[in-house]
């Protein structure tokens, strides 16, 4: 089993800056992309910014400029710095990684969310 736990969120004013953390532990597994999700109430979770195992990164169209991917040397915490930070970026982020269990299945998994609040 795989979990995910985020760290990082909070309420910050427009035209500030955070940083988003995510960490991978469990059962030995490799990992084919790891990336950041965000959603508000009443609309469809979005991707926001991803990074394959390979280290090819994309980000959505909205937040290109402003936020930044980055991984540790284990490939198994993800970053998200995000600046600039618009009240439209108000939402909770999940951390996503696919991957598969050593010599076993494919798998994704979700971090429980963190809130990130963009308000003056």
């Known amino acids: 089993q795989v979990q995910l736990v985020e760290s990082g969120g909070g309420l910050v004013q427009p035209g500030g800056s955070l940083r988003l953390s995510c960490e991978a532990s469990?059962?030995?597994?490799?990992?084919?992309?790891m990336g950041w999700y965000r959603q508000i109430p009443g609309k469809q979770r979005e991707m926001v910014a991803q990074?394959?195992?390979?280290?090819?990164?994309s980000y959505a169209n909205f937040v290109k400029g402003r936020f930044t991917i980055s991984r540790d040397g284990t490939h198994k915490t993800i970053y998200l710095q995000m600046n600039s930070l618009k009240p439209e970026d108000t939402a909770t982020y999940y951390c996503?990684?696919?991957?598969?269990?050593?010599?076993?299945?494919?798998?994704?998994?979700w971090g429980q969310g963190t809130q990130v609040t963009v308000s003056s």
């Open positions: 990074i394959t195992g390979s280290g090819e990164i």
């Open positions: 996503n990684l696919i991957g598969r269990i050593v010599g076993g299945r494919d798998f994704g998994t």
């Open positions: 469990g059962t030995p597994f490799d990992i084919a992309g």
